[in-house]
């Protein structure tokens, strides 16, 4: 195994959305500082967005909405765990976001005077900002990274952070193609590295058809883990409605405010909101469990002229293959309805609230260490929160860089990350990836998928304790790729402990479907409205306990009216379950 070193002010672990955004902004803030962007794919292509998207999921327009009101809606879809001063930074700062990207030729839905056009899908108020000629997002971001002379290092996956005491002072990894062995030393670390999203199996039985991007498999997660970084609402999974055999959303954001919905068999709306909560899982979950299953997804009462702006974001914008989806099982929307499942399990803060512990200000529990994006929890954060904590991240490393001296790595460190990654080289005819990677999987989809029980989550512990002594000892790699593939399954296995162990420490039920505890089956505000911290403890062992939420800076006065309000927006829906 050669060893390739660099040397950089400002490191970028994964250049999806919130990376590129870390990296653009860090040069700007101070351009005489070197940032260098690792990914362990190309970002051209890389990360949940790969392509574009067909829209914002929550972006504050003046004059549609104010910081304010999109706060106390994100306070309350996350049942009050929350830090209020980062959701209010998001929704203050997104806004100019959204001019930048526009200036960059990121094409917006605006209405007839040229104002950006919203549109409602959230319980309460309008933040869905249509994309639908974005398909080119991802080159765009891309693109202004290399204008902005950071430097890029596709195909270098990372596996574990170098730390002096309590600062990152850098990254190990893996180049997955030559097999190098990387060193890289840095100022400040922003880690962007995505969800974890190949933690349970998927509904079409491939390991790779995930909801979210399958490379990340929560390397974010586990690196920072591993450095001694505080973790939060680890309980708190992400599961989504996708379309039955299909890798993505079924998107009743795009279609919902078109006039489509979720509907059962006879065609009839089941749900109120198709805004995407704990709630809503439970509730098709209930149907379900009462036989009212499959779900679907409903544009059959549409005009056809409305079916094809339907068509024309779904099907050239975020995922051309959605058109050959349907296409090749003979289904249109004007005819047929599009059968629903649910996502497999796994954390992400984009869409529910797992993720590094992180303030407003993008700082983790470690000095020189910043996170942003689907890893970073700032829940319910999407696409636009992503980039605004990637901005801010990368503003506050800059800035955290420029005062700081050069670290020699402590030797100890490299050494036993080199030793780990030679492991699954050593055994070329050792288990396959695929097989070893199944199993944990099934694991986390037989044990850890809601609802929770304690009997269940002690015999996830009990397997992930055998998985590691014995399956992983077992785990065999006969090249830089397989090897990569090898050290993610450490990656989802470290993930799958965090989920047991954050998901018995919690005793209540809280997020709906997402933390639905059936030992503790209601939600305890007096004693549970809290976070709870997941860390590797100085001994080397999992450690957890509780910490208050930072003060929540909106008024009760602010909440009462938000609540009056919404209690009349709830009576206008239909709920179901
Ligand atoms: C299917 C789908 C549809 C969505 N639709 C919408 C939508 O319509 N509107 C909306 O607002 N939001 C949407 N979202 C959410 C939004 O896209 C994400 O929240 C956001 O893009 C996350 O950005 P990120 O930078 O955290 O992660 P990503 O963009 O996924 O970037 C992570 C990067 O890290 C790299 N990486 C991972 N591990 C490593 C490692 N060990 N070493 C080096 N690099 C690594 C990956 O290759 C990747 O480039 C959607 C998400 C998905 C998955």
Redesign the pocket.
Known sequence: METREYTTDVLI???????TMAAIKAKQANPELQVLV????D?RR????SMG??????AVIPGKATPEEYTLEITESNDGIIDQRAVYRQASECFGIVQELDSWGVDFEKDETGYYNVHRVHRKGRYVLPMPKASDLKVILAKKVKQMRCRVVNR????RLLTKGNQVIGAL?LDVRTGDFVIVRAKAVVM????AGRMGLTDSGYLYST???P???G??FAMAYHAGAELTGIECYQINPTMKDYN??ACA?VAGPFGGYTANSKGERVTGCDYWSGELIMNMWKLKNKGEWPLYLKLTHLEDNVISEIESILHNN?RPSRDRFHEGRGKNYRTDMVELNFSEVGLCS??SASGVLVNHEAETSMAGLYA????ACVPH????G?LTF?KIAGTNAAAFAAGQPEYEPDPAQIEAERERLLQPLSRPDGVPHQQVEYKIRRIVTDYLLPPKTLTKLDIALEKIEHFRKVDLQLLGARDPHELGRAMEIHSIVDCAEMMAKASMFRKESRWGFYHYFLDYPERDDANWLKRVIVRKGDSGAMELYTKELPPYILTDADRETALEDRQGEVNTHEHVG
């Open positions: 672990i994964g250049g999806g959305t919130a990376g690792l990914d362990k794919a970002i890389s990360g949940a967005i998207m067909d829209g914002l999921n929550n270098v996956m990372a596996t990894g962007t590295a995505g969800a909801y979210e991007n490379t990340n498999s390397e974010g993505g959303p954001y975020e984009g869409h942003a994006g689907d890893m954060q999407y696409l636009l992503a990637g």
